[in-house]
């Protein structure tokens, strides 16, 4: 029988609990609840009465205790404490994913940002799952009896999909697929702090957002609107936003005017 001493991260704090355990036939000389503090005097290891070898030998390899006041340390990964350190202790570590850079940026808009958040990772509430069929399995934007999925809305639908080319008609938006598996392609495209590419990534959120939005309309509010409207109000919220960003007078952002079609603006004369 071989006692031992199960005191690992509480070694060195001699409020800390300690929980005998032993192999063989078990033998409680301390309840579990006891404190590390309890084998401890004037600074000393102080055991009971133990015979067997394997367990003097257990104890005889224990550190020395050294006197003075007890300190708590942090000893995790990065060897630093940080809320960031202790929170990863507590969860596991996430997949890698690919799309978290259409989600940042100079123009992000908070609500389109979530929005497009659940749909990269297929969490909207489109028709195709289970529990929401009974708000029918067609999409209601098409109206070609086709099932709601996120693939279909973004962007085989053909009412997204006219979406996608009125926007191409405002600004020089390039866009070269309609399947939703595209968004790495997009991700991978326009990264970066480039100003031109935040408007790409505001633009592409802008439009899944009132994609949705539209289909929201029409599955609850029994209202409608045409592509014309949506592609209007898409543009304009993201033309407006770099107008009153009032960005530096560099040459990314008089490429970004162009592209947008603004008219680049004289200085100390505001947009009207």
Known sequence: MALLFHYGMTHGIPGAPCSPVSTGTTTHLYPPSAPLSTVISEDTWSWPHITDMESIDITHDLPTIHGGQDRILWTGPRGSFSSAAAYDLFRPPG??????????????????????????????????????????????????GIPESHEHLFFMCPFASECIRAIRREVFFHWPYYNWSSVRWASARWRGKHVVNAAYRALFASLVYHLWQERNFRVFQHTSRPTEEIVRIVVSEIRDLIICKQLPRTVSTRGLYRLWRIPWPVEGVAHT
């Open 95 to 144: 997949p890698t994913v690919d799309w978290t850079s259409l989600l940042v940026g100079t123009f992000r808009i908070p609500r389109h940002r979530f929005i497009l958040w659940l749909a990269v990772q297929g969490r909207l509430s489109t028709t195709d799952k289970p529990w929401l069929q009974h708000l029918g399995s067609g999409c209601v934007l098409c109206q070609d």
